[in-house]
């Protein structure tokens, strides 16, 4: 899986609103569990973006971009936006893009799991809030395959990059486009005095090696199962 992420100076400027956002997390004492399972000092909460409307503006603005930069947008029929957290992003690059929008229901609701109309063979970006271990994209990307969807990329604000998602994405053929990583979080907070020492050395053992200190933690480690894309 090849995954893309923002130069330095907007990288760092989205990490900036992430932090100033409330959207940041740091836990010295209890780890954070995340829904697949990963062990965590550290927890992102994007969807706060949605009551910063400069922020917003500008992280949408970095993301349209970068996806430029990578020519994700040539021929795109469509954005589709990942129930629930996605929804108000992808929303607001559809927009900015004129094309019509649908959302990606987490499981299906009847005979359906996509809101909106998809023309087989459209080329739709699928689009969500952030990426930890990627369970949740492989399977809004099997949802839009199903319904004749090419989806070739994912953008999503915030890519942990911590956790091994190559195994889950890479046999769907997605590329993930990501604007800030945890590693720019800390790059910013440490410029700043954002966290306290305590928190800071944290975040630096996490990201010194992810997995491992996960299974530390109680939570998953590097032989943890891959989740099943079939």
């Given at each position: 899986?090849e995954?893309?992420?923002?130069s330095?100076p ?11 956002c ?5 836990r ?20 706060r973006?949605i009551?910063?409307?400069r922020e ?19 021929g ?16 607001w690059?559809a927009q900015?893009l ?10 299906p ?6 809101e ?9 970006l699928l ?13 809004f ?5 199903a319904v004749?969807?090419k989806v070739?990329?994912?953008?999503v ?8 998602t190559?195994?889950?994405l890479?046999?769907?053929?997605l590329t993930?486009?990501a604007?800030a990583t945890?590693?720019d ?8 005095g954002?966290?306290?020492d ?8 996490f990201?010194h ?7 530390a933690h109680g ?7 891959v989740f099943?894309?079939?």
């Open positions: 899986m995954s893309f992420h923002a330095a907007a990288a760092h400027a989205v990490a900036r609103h992430l932090i100033d409330g959207c940041v997390a740091v010295t004492d209890e780890p954070f569990r995340l829904p697949s399972g990963w062990a965590s000092p550290v927890y992102m909460d994007a969807r973006l009551s910063f409307p917003r503006r500008d992280v949408v603005a970095h993301g349209i971009g970068l996806l430029e930069r990578q020519g994700c947008l040539e795109l029929a469509s954005v589709a936006a990942g129930e629930a957290s996605g929804i108000a992003l992808g929303a690059i900015a004129d094309v019509p929008l649908q959302y990606v229901r987490k499981r609701v009847g005979q359906s799991q996509i909106g109309e998809i023309r087989p063979g459209d080329k739709v689009v969500d809030d952030m990426m930890a271990a990627g369970h949740s994209k492989a399977r990307g099997k949802a839009l395959t004749g969807a070739e990329d994912v953008f604000v915030f890519d942990y990059g911590t956790f091994p190559a195994e889950l890479s046999p769907l053929g993930v486009h604007l945890w590693h979080v800390l790059a910013v907070a440490c410029e700043r954002d966290f306290s305590r928190a800071l050395k944290e975040l630096q053992d990201l090696e992810p997995p491992a200190w996960s299974q939570g998953l480690g590097a032989a943890a199962p099943s894309t079939t």
